[in-house]
């Protein structure tokens, strides 16, 4: 799994479908990307915003995360990411856009 921290520079944003609730500050990210079946997974773990994790769980729909990580990879969205638990574990049937 591929690990992202807001702490370490990485920029990390949780987006309801709606737009109506976005995440940005002190999130930490773990990503398990398995191309060749067409999916991805991970866990979104955060301190500050736990409820706003617990509430988008609760909501039952799609959300989006934009990674742009603090190194030499590039920017990515991950869409249609669904919550499989309220602590966080995630994953996303649709794929990866790059930007």
């Known amino acids: 799994m591929d690990r992202y921290d807001t702490a370490e520079g990485d920029e990390v944003r949780v987006e ?12 930490s990210l773990a990503v398990r990307r398995r191309p060749s079946e067409g999916w991805v ?5 955060t301190s ?12 039952e729909e799609p959300f989006r995360i934009r990674l742009d ?11 249609g ?12 049937p649709e794929g990866v856009r790059r930007r």
């Open 48 to 59: 500050a915003h736990a409820d706003v994790v617990h509430e988008l769980f609760a909501l």
């Open 41 to 45: 997974d991970g866990v979104l773990t």
């Open 81 to 92: 990411c669904l919550f499989l638990s309220s602590s966080g574990k995630w994953t996303t």
């Open 16 to 27: 309801s479908e709606h737009g109506d609730r976005v995440v940005a500050e002190d999130l």
């Open 69 to 79: 990580p603090a190194g030499s990879e590039r920017p990515t969205t991950f869409e």
